[in-house]
């Protein structure tokens, strides 16, 4: 993005200034600024604030400057011009900004009179900051790595520019579709005091405003414990202000009229209303105070609109008494409404303790807001790819001597703006999505540089230009297509070896690929089936794929492997067999029924029955039952329809890799991919262009059948963290009808993994994604996820058109995989190995041996780095390594195993910290919160606590930091922590 490129360079001496003005004794900001409540009011907390979506209908730069489209004219950067001017008017009016992206442009482009103004509202806590991250993230398909990273990044823009002040205190989640386990969690290490929710199912909110649980302690891990605990309030009718109050530019709403003597006099009976409204909503929550959302979406671009009306009505309803109550009516903020409810509670809340998350979430029987869990599955996949490339990248930059900080910061912006609740969703128009997909790329391109510069420091060949493929989606990639000899430069960005099975498009008929000591490593080429030959925008002559296996690639480091083309020689995989029955040496033996679907599979002494089929629901258009659409799944009919292939499969039998090629039709192909001494199996499928001259949106489901016994139960991950239990047709907190939509009802959102267990044998099938998806499992022993998805009509909640994605001037294609894995239900480490290989697969640079033998390539150049001293414990994932600022680097240290997990895995662990490294020395470690705008020593959360004693809020008791002269540090399950280490190179 352009505006993100400059202001460093512009900016940061303003910045500087602004900060050196205030001396801390001047804050006036935090729980001190608050307004006081009055006992034996009914506090009513008014929160002006305005929902900007980072991208939906418009783009982001649209909605920034304001550019008029059909749908929409508003301009985000007024409402921050006209804020500030109102709130200058009156030491009272206060304002909650939420995003930090949009805050961040406007920041930069403000004069110095300008910026002193607003830091001097921050300071004073008229002006609040909530949540804080970069965009207000998406629950359902985000994951945990991306969350934390764009959260972190928006707290650091904004402790550096206001310091204090701008520590969020709380997590303002008003809109996302659903809510999760992980974000909860997140939000309580983040050092927060609350979470507001706005969305969740109709069905739950009528339950809880009837029983006045709308407020409780979330329990968020299992694991961590008290610890997670964080007090949620859910808001009453969203985020919008209360019908008839929305004073805004863009509402119809009456003015309130206070001239008495005016025949359009309302005071009164709008005050009446007023406050009739509150005590509805009183009822639903157990203390004095109510919080009522002053705002709407876009709103406040005239601000004083809103404030001159409140002002009268606050004034009015404070000075008299309705139906016998007296009311104190005041500007708040979300952070002053939790202190309130603190004070008035002494932090006990009855309601009791939640673990469950909201999912899924749904606004009427008709309106599962599930579609979205799948739609726009590319744009799904593209941002992990970007969360794989901005991981590898931030390492490499932290692991070498490279200062582009700000070439780095446009992929962590841009992987901020991805996790926007309208953007990895897919609920945005198509225009938006390749706006998205424009600054994803951008963001890309910035790291590639960065990438190569730090490739060329670590390897020392200095004149190599480090390349990568970004097209080997579609098995394109013309550096290997074209090249007689070429450098690949495998980079495994996790802590534990790996072996890459590395695959590039070529054109020769045999190849030989060798490590750097000289081993031939063994290598494969296979047909490229001809779906991915056929995929629309395919621009290349690779017919084959050259597979080898870089065995071990060394842990946050790199291994460089020697091609080259071995003319007037053909060592392709001969042609493929139809075959029924088949037999491999890969630890899994399999055969083939008439339909090309797969029968059983074995593996030691475990025997499954697998069927995987490919079926479609027809999505309805008819508006009285509900549609599908971007936000929701409504199938015509529960049952979705066989997808019948017109042939067996095509098997190609290798010593490393066994395919079969399967075609379904015109629109569904899949090769599924056995590995030597892979324990999953690989299902590749491609879908699309989904038919669009039907009468019925069409939505693909990929389904496992089984055998297994699983009684209604299965699991899928929050956030691809902990996993969630779930229930057919149930819901944990309420007696649950199922009127209607058996499968929009059971649909969860699958972020890595879905699973189910014999209830009987100790066996389970996990089925691992490659992007968030929709999942469920309708009947026992099966697991479905849908893969694709387009919708002939919009589903009427604001996106305004139809789901049907285009590229290339035709309906999308899609390709993906999904990883099956069979096993004992206790082997959870393979499932965490593999998932994780995924989501941070080793990277592939290619470069030019020039005119060098490998030999001499190898004395000249450094052909192999790991970071690392010793290995880590087999249960430590080092999730952050990036550079910080001037000489510090960020390190996240992270336990993969939940509680129970394992008997051993699922244990404390000690890492000490001075024995990981190898790249640098550290000098100094000192343990951050998990956003890492705040030292843990400083951060102090509001203890909330239900009245039984047990559940007592402990501040981060698994957590004791353990810094002593060893730096050594102690993880509990599931724990994450945070260190700020500054480091010399050794
Ligand atoms: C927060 O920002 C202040 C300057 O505003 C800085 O001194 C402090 O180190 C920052 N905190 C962290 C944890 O980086
Ligand atoms: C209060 O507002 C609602 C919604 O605008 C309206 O239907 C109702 O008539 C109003 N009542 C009074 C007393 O003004
Ligand atoms: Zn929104």
């Given at each position: 993005?352009?505006?993100?490129?400059?202001?460093?360079?512009?900016?940061?001496?303003?910045?500087?200034?602004?900060?050196?003005?205030?001396?801390?004794?001047?804050?006036?900001?935090?729980?001190?600024s608050c307004p006081t409540t009055k006992e034996g009011y009914?506090?009513?907390?008014?929160?002006?604030?305005?929902?900007?979506?980072?991208?939906?209908?418009?783009?982001?730069?649209?909605?920034?400057?304001?550019?008029?489209?059909?749908?929409?004219?508003?301009?985000?950067?007024?409402?921050?011009?006209?804020?500030?001017?109102?709130?200058?008017?009156?030491?009272?009016?206060?304002?909650?900004?939420?995003?930090?992206?949009?805050?961040?442009?406007?920041?930069?482009?403000?004069?110095?009179?300008?910026?002193?103004?607003?830091?001097?509202?921050?300071?004073?806590?008229?002006?609040?900051?909530?949540?804080?991250?970069?965009?207000?993230?998406?629950?359902?398909?985000?994951?945990?790595?991306?969350?934390?990273?764009?959260?972190?990044?928006?707290?650091?823009?904004?402790?550096?520019?206001?310091?204090?002040?701008?520590?969020?205190?709380?997590?303002?989640?008003?809109?996302?579709?659903?809510?999760?386990?992980?974000?909860?969690?997140?939000?309580?290490?983040?050092?927060?005091?609350?979470?507001?929710?706005?969305?969740?199912?109709?069905?739950?909110?009528?339950?809880?405003?009837?029983?006045?649980?709308?407020?409780?302690?979330?329990?968020?891990?299992?694991?961590?414990?008290?610890?997670?605990?964080?007090?949620?309030?859910?808001?009453?009718?969203?985020?919008?202000?209360?019908?008839?109050?929305?004073?805004?530019?863009?509402?119809?709403?009456?003015?309130?009229?206070?001239?008495?003597?005016?025949?359009?006099?309302?005071?009164?009976?709008?005050?009446?209303?007023?406050?009739?409204?509150?005590?509805?909503?009183?009822?639903?929550?157990?203390?004095?105070?109510?919080?009522?959302?002053?705002?709407?979406?876009?709103?406040?671009?005239?601000?004083?609109?809103?404030?001159?009306?409140?002002?009268?009505?606050?004034?009015?309803?404070?000075?008299?008494?309705?139906?016998?109550?007296?009311?104190?009516?005041?500007?708040?903020?979300?952070?002053?409404?939790?202190?309130?409810?603190?004070?008035?509670?002494?932090?006990?809340?009855?309601?009791?303790?939640?673990?469950?998350?909201?999912?899924?979430?749904?606004?009427?029987?008709?309106?599962?807001?599930?579609?979205?869990?799948?739609?726009?599955?590319?744009?799904?996949?593209?941002?992990?790819?970007?969360?794989?490339?901005?991981?590898?990248?931030?390492?490499?930059?932290?692991?070498?001597?490279?200062?582009?900080?700000?070439?780095?910061?446009?992929?962590?912006?841009?992987?901020?703006?991805?996790?926007?609740?309208?953007?990895?969703?897919?609920?945005?128009?198509?225009?938006?999505?390749?706006?998205?997909?424009?600054?994803?790329?951008?963001?890309?391109?910035?790291?590639?540089?960065?990438?190569?510069?730090?490739?060329?420091?670590?390897?020392?060949?200095?004149?190599?230009?480090?390349?990568?493929?970004?097209?080997?989606?579609?098995?394109?990639?013309?550096?290997?297509?074209?090249?007689?000899?070429?450098?690949?430069?495998?980079?495994?960005?996790?802590e534990r070896n790996v072996t890459k099975y590395v695959r590039?498009?070529?054109?020769?008929?045999?190849?030989?690929?060798?490590?750097?000591?000289?081993?031939?490593?063994?290598?494969?080429?296979?047909?490229?089936?001809?779906?991915?030959?056929?995929?629309?925008?395919?621009?290349?002559?690779?017919?084959?794929?050259?597979?080898?296996?870089?065995?071990?690639?060394?842990?946050?480091?790199?291994?460089?492997?020697?091609?080259?083309?071995?003319?007037?020689?053909?060592?392709?995989?001969?042609?493929?067999?139809?075959?029924?029955?088949?037999?491999?040496?890969?630890?899994?033996?399999?055969?083939?029924?008439?339909?090309?679907?797969?029968?059983?599979?074995?593996?030691?002494?475990?025997?499954?029955?697998?069927?995987?089929?490919?079926?479609?629901?027809?999505?309805?258009?008819?508006?009285?039952?509900?549609?599908?659409?971007a936000y929701l799944f409504n199938p015509i009919t529960s049952?979705?329809?066989?997808?019948?292939?017109?042939?067996?499969?095509?098997?190609?039998?290798?010593?490393?890799?066994?395919?079969?090629?399967?075609?379904?039709?015109?629109?569904?192909?899949?090769?599924?991919?056995?590995?030597?001494?892979?324990?999953?199996?690989?299902?590749?499928?491609?879908?699309?262009?989904?038919?669009?001259?039907?009468?019925?949106?069409?939505?693909?489901?990929?389904?496992?059948?089984?055998?297994?016994?699983?009684?209604?139960?299965?699991?899928?991950?929050?956030?691809?963290?902990?996993?969630?239990?779930?229930?057919?047709?149930?819901?944990?907190?309420?007696?649950?009808?199922?009127?209607?939509?058996?499968?929009?009802?059971?649909?969860?959102?699958?972020?890595?993994?879905?699973?189910?267990?014999?209830?009987?044998?100790?066996?389970?099938?996990?089925?691992?994604?490659?992007?968030?998806?929709?999942?469920?499992?309708?009947?026992?022993?099966?697991?479905?996820?849908?893969?694709?998805?387009?919708?002939?009509?919009?589903?009427?909640?604001?996106?305004?058109?139809?789901?049907?994605?285009?590229?290339?001037?035709?309906?999308?294609?899609?390709?993906?995989?999904?990883?099956?894995?069979?096993?004992?239900?206790?082997?959870?480490?393979?499932?965490?190995?593999?998932?994780?290989?995924?989501?941070?697969?080793?990277?592939?640079?290619?470069?030019?041996?020039?005119?060098?033998?490998?030999?001499?390539?190898?004395?000249?150049?450094?052909?192999?780095?790991?970071?690392?001293?010793?290995?880590?414990?087999?249960?430590?994932?080092?999730?952050?390594?990036?550079?910080?600022?001037?000489?510090?680097?960020?390190?996240?240290?992270?336990?993969?195993?939940?509680?129970?997990?394992?008997?051993?895995?699922?244990?404390?662990?000690?890492?000490?910290?001075?024995?990981?490294?190898?790249?640098?020395?550290?000098?100094?470690?000192?343990?951050?919160?998990?956003?890492?705008?705040?030292?843990?020593?400083?951060?102090?959360?509001?203890?909330?606590?239900?009245?039984?004693?047990?559940?007592?809020?402990?501040?981060?008791?698994?957590?004791?930091?353990?810094?002593?002269?060893?730096?050594?540090?102690?993880?509990?399950?599931?724990?994450?922590?945070?260190?700020?280490?500054?480091?010399?190179?050794?």
């Open positions: 993005m352009k505006w993100a490129n400059t202001y460093l360079t512009i900016f940061i001496p303003l910045i500087g200034l602004i900060s050196c003005s205030l001396n801390d004794e001047d804050f006036l900001c935090g729980y001190s009914i506090n009513i907390h008014l929160v002006p604030h305005s929902h900007d979506d980072l991208g939906w209908v418009k783009t982001i730069d649209q909605y920034y400057y304001g550019v008029h489209t059909p749908v929409s004219n508003v301009g985000v950067q007024y409402i921050y011009d006209s804020v500030l001017n109102s709130l200058s008017r009156r030491t009272d009016r206060r304002f909650i900004f939420v995003e930090t992206a949009y805050f961040w442009k406007w920041w930069t482009e403000q004069d110095e009179v300008t910026r002193t103004d607003f830091a001097e509202l921050v300071k004073r806590g008229q002006l609040e900051f909530v949540s804080g991250g970069w965009s207000m993230n998406d629950e359902a398909t985000t994951n945990y790595q991306s969350i934390i990273d764009q959260m972190s990044w928006g707290l650091r823009r904004l402790n550096d520019t206001f310091g204090k002040c701008a520590h969020p205190k709380v997590g303002w989640q008003i809109d996302p579709f659903g809510h999760s386990n992980e974000m909860a969690s997140i939000f309580a290490s983040l050092g927060f005091d609350g979470v507001f929710l706005g969305r969740i199912d109709y069905q739950d909110r009528a339950f809880r405003t009837y029983y006045e649980t709308m407020e409780f302690v979330w329990r968020s891990s299992q694991s961590l414990g008290a610890s997670s605990d964080i007090f949620t309030s859910v808001l009453y009718d969203l985020y919008v202000a209360p019908t008839g109050f929305c004073f805004d530019v863009e509402c119809d709403d009456q003015p309130i009229i206070d001239d008495i003597e005016s025949p359009e006099y309302n005071l009164h009976t709008r005050a009446q209303n007023f406050t009739d409204l509150a005590f509805q909503r009183l009822l639903s929550y157990s203390t004095s105070n109510v919080l009522i959302p002053m705002g709407n979406d876009f709103a406040y671009q005239d601000a004083e609109m809103w404030y001159k009306n409140i002002d009268k009505l606050i004034r009015y309803i404070n000075n008299n008494t309705f139906g016998g109550y007296q009311y104190n009516v005041m500007y708040s903020t979300p952070s002053c409404y939790v202190k309130a409810v603190h004070e008035e509670t002494k932090g006990i809340i009855y309601s009791g303790l939640n673990t469950f998350d909201f999912f899924p979430y749904a606004s009427n029987p008709y309106a599962f807001w599930v579609g979205c869990y799948t739609s726009r599955p590319a744009i799904k996949r593209f941002e992990r790819m970007g969360n794989n490339f901005l991981q590898i990248c931030k390492q490499l930059s932290a692991l070498s001597n490279q200062k582009e900080t700000e070439k780095l910061n446009n992929l962590r912006e841009a992987m901020g703006i991805m996790q926007h609740h309208d953007a990895i969703t897919g609920t945005e128009t198509q225009n938006v999505t390749f706006d998205y997909a424009r600054i994803l790329d951008n963001g890309l391109s910035d790291c590639r540089e960065v990438a190569n510069d730090a490739l060329r420091e670590l390897t020392k060949a200095v004149h190599s230009k480090f390349t990568t493929c970004p097209l080997t989606n579609i098995s394109q990639c013309y550096q290997s297509e074209a090249a007689k000899s070429l450098v690949i430069t495998v980079y495994n960005p996790l590039l498009p070529v054109t020769g008929r045999a190849y030989r690929v060798r490590d750097p000591s000289g081993n031939e490593l063994p290598v494969q080429l296979l047909p490229i089936s001809s779906a991915v030959l056929n995929i629309p925008g395919r621009v290349s002559d690779a017919t084959l794929e050259l597979i080898f296996p870089a065995y071990d690639v060394p842990a946050l480091g790199y291994r460089s492997y020697f091609m080259e083309v071995i003319e007037d020689e053909d060592r392709v995989t001969p042609v493929g067999v139809s075959s029924k029955y088949f037999s491999t040496n890969m630890g899994v033996d399999f055969d083939i029924n008439e339909f090309g679907f797969i029968g059983k599979i074995y593996k030691d002494n475990l025997t499954m029955q697998l069927k995987q089929t490919f079926q479609a629901y027809k999505g309805s258009t008819n508006n009285s039952e509900g549609v599908s659409g049952e979705p329809d066989y997808i019948i292939g017109d042939a067996d499969g095509v098997v190609y039998n290798g010593e490393l890799i066994t395919e079969i090629h399967q075609r379904f039709n015109a629109w569904l192909s899949q090769v599924i991919r056995f590995y030597d001494n892979e324990n999953f199996i690989e299902f590749d499928w491609i879908v699309g262009p989904l038919p669009t001259n039907v009468t019925h949106g069409t939505e693909v489901i990929s389904k496992f059948t089984t055998n297994l016994k699983s009684d209604s139960i299965f699991y899928t991950d929050s956030n691809g963290r902990e996993m969630m239990k779930r229930i057919r047709n149930h819901r944990p907190t309420w007696n649950f009808s199922t009127i209607l939509q058996p499968p929009p009802s059971n649909y969860y959102p699958v972020t890595s993994k879905i699973v189910i267990e014999d209830v009987e044998e100790n066996i389970q099938l996990a089925v691992l994604t490659d992007r968030a998806q929709g999942g469920s499992s309708l009947k026992d022993g099966e697991i479905e996820l849908m893969i694709h998805r387009n919708t002939l009509v919009d589903d009427v909640l604001g996106m305004g058109e139809p789901l049907l994605e285009y590229a290339h001037n035709q309906s999308l294609v899609v390709r993906g995989s999904h990883y099956v894995l069979f096993d004992t239900k206790n082997n959870i480490f393979e499932q965490r190995k593999i998932a994780q290989a995924k989501l941070l697969d080793s990277w592939v640079f290619i470069s030019s041996p020039e005119e060098y033998s490998l030999e001499e390539y190898r004395q000249k150049f450094s052909m192999e780095f790991s970071a690392l001293q010793n290995s880590l414990p087999d249960n430590v994932h080092i999730l952050t390594l990036e550079p910080w600022r001037e000489s510090t680097l960020l390190l996240r240290l992270e336990h993969i195993f939940a509680k129970d997990e394992d008997p051993l895995l699922s244990q404390p662990v000690t890492v000490k910290l001075n024995e990981v490294f190898a790249a640098f020395n550290i000098v100094e470690a000192k343990e951050a919160t998990l956003g890492a705008n705040q030292w843990s020593e400083e951060s102090e959360r509001l203890k909330f606590a239900t009245p039984d004693g047990e559940d007592v809020f402990t501040e981060s008791e698994a957590g004791i930091v353990e810094l002593n002269g060893e730096l050594s540090v102690l993880l509990n399950p599931m724990q994450i922590r945070t260190f700020i280490l500054a480091v010399v190179s050794k």
